[in-house]
């Protein structure tokens, strides 16, 4: 291609580009697609390695983006995504991703540790993450969540890779201490098995 007719191709996807995109920007649901690849459609992840996002507190998922986009909180790919959005776009996304209902995928569980994993939900779990996990406030739902991306939240949890709230950590302390380390397991097990 002669190099006059690549940048009159350039110039003319960048003009329909603009005028689809209007003089606003990128709508909410526009930007919310560029999820879809880790976090599903509409945020409903189908990938063990990915959080379901959809249903989030709209707070919580602000606060999380702009712990990445700040360096405050670390990841491999999230970090220098979060960067690529305005504020106000991060907020836009936040309103789109709590309107969208979760999707559940199916995931083997071991049944007795779920079982133990329920007991202590209810006990050190509940009263923040509501509903069996499902209605948490100000954070994001566990229940139907990926059971290895649950493992490696809490690990980042459990080794300071990613700050606890003053409350959970008690509660988590507590429960490790009198239930020992296979507590995380159970509990996990129990969120993985609500399906």
């Known amino acids: 291609m002669k190099k006059q007719s690549l940048w009159a191709t350039l110039a003319l996807g960048a003009a329909i580009s603009a005028s689809a995109l209007g003089a606003e920007g990128p709508t909410a649901e526009m930007l919310a697609y560029t999820c ?11 990938g063990p390695s990915s959080p379901s996002i959809a249903g989030l507190d709209p707070a919580y998922f602000t606060d999380n983006m702009m712990a990445y986009k700040k360096g ?4 491999t790919i999230m970090m220098r995504i979060a960067k690529g959005y ?8 936040a309103k789109f991703f709590a309107a969208q ?10 049944a007795g540790k779920a079982e133990k994993g ?16 499902r209605n948490p406030e100000g954070s994001g739902p566990l229940a139907g969540q990926w059971m290895p991306y649950l493992h490696e939240a809490m690990n980042e949890f459990l080794t300071d890779g990613r700050v606890q709230p003053k409350k959970m950590k008690r509660k ?14 159970d509990l996990v097990n129990y969120y993985g098995s609500q399906q």
């Open 36 to 46: 879809a690849g880790c976090h599903g459609t509409d945020g409903s992840s189908v």
């Open 86 to 93: 305005s504020d106000e776009q991060i907020e836009q996304m």
């Open 172 to 185: 988590v302390e507590a429960m490790i201490k009198k239930n020992g380390d296979g507590a995380v397991d």
């Open 118 to 133: 329920k007991a202590l939900h209810e006990e050190y779990c509940e009263k923040c993450h509501e509903d069996g996990g």
């Open 101 to 110: 209902k979760v999707m559940v995928s199916a995931q083997k569980f071991d």
């Open 72 to 75: 405050e909180r670390t990841s």
